[in-house]
């Protein structure tokens, strides 16, 4: 196999994506990959009842940090919920070659994986890559 | 007759300045007491659903987990989904005003059921509350028919797809589910290619509509796309998923409804039932409060009494062609997982033993 040149992220400014979004940008850096941020638009955010203006600049000065052309970042607004979003641009035209998430805190136990990952993974087409939160990595 | 479960959640589950808000409540008991059914008119109190009953349609860990995360004073589930001290309790309650609705029916033998609860359900799935839903009250009810022996319909015309109905029910038979959606909209699931698992195929159905869709083309997704398809089923329930948030002055949808579609929608849902007595009805979305008043009454109205609706119906809005086509893919992806189905029999294992691909349910 070669390496992946088309890498997506979910993000939707919680520290849980930020920490993937780093590692993603770091890896795209590394292979010059290029790197799709997808940020799902949730019920509120729909209604304008929640803001999605700050996301798109934070996640391009998190991928320049982390070395990526900015030529190489594209921005992906898509209604629906985070798993759902990626399974559907996984199936579609262009897809990625690989996803990364990040994981958020289960209600009670630290340790399992967000059920929003786990569906990712059930489902995709492509590798799925659950990146820890940053607070978790050592 | 007009059956009345509940009402939960009038002053419970408060997120404060949330749109899914108790005053969501009011206005429905508003909508209902504007139609003065008089002795028409039988309220029947709410009573907690049992864990048996909620453990046929969600896992046990993500009950235990929500219990806890709410008795100890609740918290942000996502972006869109809150939980408070109270929220579990009126959870439970809501999700067993289903049940309570059922046995009322059961005994009186006619007339149709209007469950008045929130926290609404029908993006609640089996390990995971989203999208202002933490328990799936409708699934709870179809749950506990399909345990008896009943076949059921659910009709889902809130303004957003119910992918938490839709994954639980994806490899069950006896459930056929039905959604009208705002395409493309919260959650993102809801294609007419997702037409249910191996063990369900054609169970699913999806017609997503665009923004600007107008009842007339929700009343065609009904007449061209649900009927042929309720009819082969042959339902004994029917329940619908009845959120009001593709009325036009809903904030978080761009469906052009008024009350007198839903009025409209509500009749074309009745004719589902092959008798009378096996109709429930379960509040969901809806957040434009006189909407969802007179959208309340517009629904009921057109089931006991033939009351006009406040509103006149609507025509001419983009979607007429969404429908066809939705008909036409849907049509595409049966035949192919039936094909599928059919070499994969007949290479060794017997019809009974199918194997289960992982297909990913509403995901
Ligand atoms: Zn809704």
Redesign the pocket.
């Known amino acids: 196999m070669r390496a992946p040149a088309r890498i997506a992220v979910g993000y939707d400014g919680s520290p849980g994506s930020e920490a993937a979004l780093r590692w993603a940008a770091a890896l795209a850096g590394a292979l010059e990959a290029a790197i799709k941020v997808v940020h799902a638009v949730g ?1 509120l955010e729909h209604a304008g009842l929640a803001s999605l203006s700050v996301h798109e600049d934070r996640a391009r000065a998190i991928a320049a940090g982390a070395g990526v052309e900015p030529s190489r970042v594209e921005w992906c607004v898509l209604e629906g919920d985070p798993g759902s979003v990626l399974c559907r641009m996984a199936e579609g035209p262009d897809p990625p070659e690989l996803i990364v998430v990040g994981t958020r805190r289960s209600l009670v136990h630290p340790g399992l994986l967000g059920s929003t990952s786990l569906g990712l993974v059930a489902c995709a087409p492509v590798p799925v890559v659950v990146v820890p939160p940053a607070d978790r990595a050592s | 007759m007009l059956i009345l479960a509940g009402p939960v959640g009038e002053r419970e589950h408060d997120g404060g300045s949330h749109p899914e808000r108790p005053a969501r409540i009011r206005a429905a008991l508003d909508g209902v007491s504007d139609l003065r059914l008089g002795s028409d008119l039988v309220t029947v109190a709410a009573r907690p659903a049992q864990r048996d009953d909620l453990l046929r349609v969600h896992d046990g860990e993500y009950l235990d987990e929500l219990e806890s995360f709410s008795r100890r004073g609740g918290g942000a589930l996502d972006a869109d989904t809150y939980v408070t001290d109270t929220s579990w309790d009126a959870a439970v309650r809501a999700a067993g005003a289903g049940l309570v609705a059922i046995e009322a029916l059961e005994s009186s033998g006619e007339g149709a059921a209007f469950v008045v609860v929130r926290p ?1 359900g ?1 993006h609640a799935q089996r390990d995971r509350g989203m ?1 202002f839903c933490l328990l799936n009250n409708v699934a709870v009810a179809a749950a506990a028919l399909v345990a008896k022996g009943a076949r059921v319909l659910i009709v889902d015309w ?3 797809h119910g992918n938490g109905t839709q994954e639980i029910f994806w490899d069950e038979p006896d459930v056929l589910y039905v959604s009208t959606h705002q395409w493309p909209l919260y959650p993102g699931t809801g294609r007419p290619e997702e037409i249910g698992g191996l063990d369900a195929i054609g169970t699913t159905l999806n017609v997503p509509v665009p923004p600007g869709a107008t009842g007339d083309v929700l009343l065609q997704a009904m007449d061209e796309v649900a009927a042929p398809a309720v009819e082969a089923f042959g339902p004994d329930w029917v329940l619908v998923s009845c ?1 009001f ?1 593709a009325h036009r002055a809903d904030p ?2 761009e469906l052009a409804l008024t009350s007198g579609d839903f009025a409209a929608l509500a009749r074309r849902t009745a004719a589902f039932a092959r008798s009378p007595g096996r109709l429930v009805l379960f509040l ?3 957040y434009d409060l006189q909407a969802l008043r007179q959208s309340t009454a517009a629904t009921l109205g057109a089931l006991v009494g033939d009351l006009p609706p406040p509103e006149p119906p609507t025509f001419g809005g983009p979607g007429s062609e969404a429908v066809r086509s939705a008909a036409r893919d849907r049509r595409r992806a049966i035949e192919e997982l039936s094909d599928r189905l059919l070499a994969v029999d007949s290479l060794d294992a017997p019809v009974t033993e199918r194997p289960r691909w992982g297909l990913g349910g509403a995901r």
Do not use: K
Request: no cysteine; net charge negative.
């Open positions: 019920l | 609404p029908h999208g809130d303004v957003h959120g948030d978080l949808a969901e979305g809806g």
